[in-house]
């Protein structure tokens, strides 16, 4: 079993910065790739990022390509996510997930997921 809790989510306006961090527990965070999520209102939960076991592999959506870093410290079992350049698009409700596939797109594919954090852009 693995407990993910998401934080760092907030109000910021267009072209700033946000960094959310994703705290596991319950099991080694090394053992497992791990995902973003974001889902906004009235729209179906989308894929942002992914990261392998050790942090050697990353993946990101086109949406977010080039604004958005994930990264991870396994010593502090803990996921992030820095968003640069927001835009009101990226408003959404932001989920961190663990599953055994990297880089995968599906929901279906991650076992475990955070309770998400929101991120509000406001132009």
């Known amino acids: 079993q693995v407990q993910l809790a998401e934080s760092g989510g907030g109000l910021v306006q267009a072209g700033g910065s946000l960094r959310l961090s994703c705290a596991a527990s319950g099991r080694t965070l090394s053992t497992t790739h791990m995902g973003w999520f974001r889902q906004a209102p009235g729209k179906e939960r989308a894929f942002v990022a992914a990261?392998?076991?050790?942090?050697?592999?990353?993946y990101y959506a086109d949406s977010v390509k080039g604004r958005f870093t994930i990264s991870r410290d396994n010593a502090k079992n803990t996921v992030y996510l820095q968003m640069t350049n927001v835009k009101p698009d990226d408003t959404a409700v932001y989920y961190c997930?663990?599953?055994?596939?990297?880089?995968?797109?599906?929901?279906?594919?991650?076992?475990?997921w955070g309770q998400g954090t929101q991120v509000t852009v406001s132009s």
């Open positions: 990261i392998s076991r050790y942090g050697t592999a990353l």
């Open positions: 997930a663990a599953g055994s596939t990297f880089g995968s797109t599906s929901n279906r594919d991650y076992d475990y």
